[in-house]
């Protein structure tokens, strides 16, 4: 697509129920990152796709957090018996490498709220 | 550590006024630099980046930034301001000619503009 896609753009839950994020890259992006952005706070990074390589989950803050991509399209972030604490909103971006720097194109973000 | 600073919280300008916002990094490796900017409920905008070559960038909505390896910043600036750039402001940081490594942001400077 022209640009990167989230959704939900908006989410309601309750504490302990899962919940699936969505992000559709640009179409050709290589790669593909989850930042999770808490009110009044930076970017934090949670994870990083490229190609067909081990993603890298460095930044994932518990074991209840998990990402998949397939090939180099659609990635599912997913939250297991949320918190409130986990109330932010996710940003994805995609990038294609060129070689020299990323240059990460973002999308709006799904806004999460746990009750 | 690797780690980005922006000093100011918020910063409020009069409409016409000139802007400067601070950022400092530290980094282990050549750094890419970037400025990016997030309307309300938007998702972030790429205003500027750095590679190399010339310290002084131009980028969209007439901003610039000028890197200064000797102080480790990347401050943004603008010399007239509109009402329209009130936003929220991240500078963010990542090794160049590695691939797909995630850029690290900072914590962001909110930007007011009075009239």
């Known amino acids: 697509g022209a640009g990167v896609s989230q959704s939900p753009s908006n989410k309601v839950t309750e504490k302990g129920k899962d919940v699936e994020l969505r992000c559709d890259p640009i179409s050709g992006h290589t790669a593909l990152y989850w930042y999770r952005q808490r009110l009044g706070q930076g970017l934090e990074f949670l994870i990083y796709f490229q190609g067909n390589s081990a993603p890298d989950k460095s930044g994932l803050p518990s074991d209840r957090f998990s990402a998949e991509r397939t090939g180099e399209s659609v990635s599912t972030l997913t939250i297991q018996r949320t918190q409130q604490e986990d109330s932010a909103v996710y940003l994805c971006a995609s990038s294609l490498w060129r070689g020299g720097a990323n240059v990460l194109t973002f999308g709006a973000g799904s806004r999460l709220t746990v009750l | 550590a690797q780690s980005v600073t922006q000093p100011d919280i918020h910063i409020t300008v009069s409409e016409g006024a000139s802007l400067e916002l601070r950022c400092n990094y530290s980094?282990?490796?050549?750094?890419?630099l970037f400025w990016y900017v997030q309307s309300p409920g938007q998702g972030l905008q790429l205003l500027l980046k750095y590679f190399s070559g010339d310290t002084l960038v131009q980028g969209i909505k007439g901003f610039e930034a000028e890197f200064k390896r000797s102080q480790s910043s990347f401050n943004l600036r603008k010399p007239s301001v509109h009402w329209s750039d009130a936003a929220e402001y991240f500078c963010a940081v990542g090794p160049l000619n590695q691939a797909g490594t995630a850029l690290i942001f900072g914590k962001g400077t909110t930007l007011s503009v009075s009239s």
């Open positions: 980094y282990g490796a050549t750094p890419y």
